[in-house]
């Protein structure tokens, strides 16, 4: 089966770096996604991994250990508009993709 | 130009109704998807279908049927409306060989009361 687990809540001040993490176990892996969805809006994608490492997108980046079955995201700069839920997904073999509950991120002043 | 498109936003329904919501994607996708946002907004699968297979997640009732009259339309339809049918419904596609990217409808609100 699959299991994914990352922090329900986190808060950070506005031009901080906040990281959120992702542990998850898979039968088979094809990869580790990153999405972002705003409260009331559709989830967009953000990045994907599935070599190890730390893969850079303007202030985002995401990291993943394929050993340590962990991922981050890891958000610079942070700004009131990053206000939102950051989805971790993974893909195991043959199958969808599998969501995991979300990081309802609270960016403050 | 909405590259997927839902309709519609909202539905309120009675339970024991029949009720379908209709998704189309521009993409030129050859891959789409229905997922379930309950509200502690547990993203969920329901569907995966393409013009070779259709995948279902194991736990949604038969009551819920994808309908693929062309590869730019998944609609679903959902009989014997229940209460615990409530959630926002998100249609999504991608291309089969980048199935991690996907891009999503605006999703539907439904309401079982």
């Known amino acids: 089966g699959q299991n994914i687990d990352q922090p329900t809540e986190m808060t950070a001040t506005e031009g901080a770096i906040v990281q959120i993490n992702c542990t998850y176990q898979?039968?088979?892996?094809?990869?580790l996604f990153w999405y972002q969805q705003h409260a009331g809006e559709a989830p967009t994608f953000l990045s994907y991994?599935?070599?190890?490492g730390l893969e850079e997108k303007g202030r985002f980046s995401s990291f993943l250990s394929r050993s340590k079955g962990y991922s981050y995201l890891l958000l610079k700069e942070l700004q009131m508009k990053d206000s939102a839920s950051y989805l971790c997904?993974?893909?195991?073999?043959?199958?969808?993709?599998?969501f995991g509950k979300g990081t309802r991120l609270s960016v403050i002043a | 130009d909405t590259a997927v498109s839902q309709t519609p936003k909202y539905l309120v329904t009675q339970m024991g109704n029949d009720k379908s919501i209709k998704c189309e994607q521009n993409?030129?996708?050859?891959?789409m998807y229905w997922y379930k946002q309950d509200s502690k907004k547990f993203l969920k699968i329901m569907f995966s279908?393409?013009?070779?297979?259709?995948?279902i997640n194991e736990t949604v009732p038969n009551r819920f049927s994808p309908k693929s009259p062309d590869k730019a339309h998944l609609n679903l339809h959902i009989n014997s409306l229940e209460l615990g049918d409530s959630a926002v419904y998100f249609c999504?596609?991608?291309?089969?060989?980048?199935?991690?990217?996907?891009?999503f409808g605006p999703g539907t609100r439904l309401t079982v009361t």
């Open positions: 991994n599935v070599l190890d």
């Open positions: 279908y393409n013009n070779k297979e259709l995948i």
């Open positions: 993409l030129g996708h050859d891959t």
């Open positions: 898979t039968s088979g892996f094809n990869g």
């Open positions: 997904a993974v893909s195991p073999l043959g199958t969808p993709l599998v």
């Open positions: 999504a596609s991608s291309q089969a060989h980048k199935s991690y990217e996907q891009y």
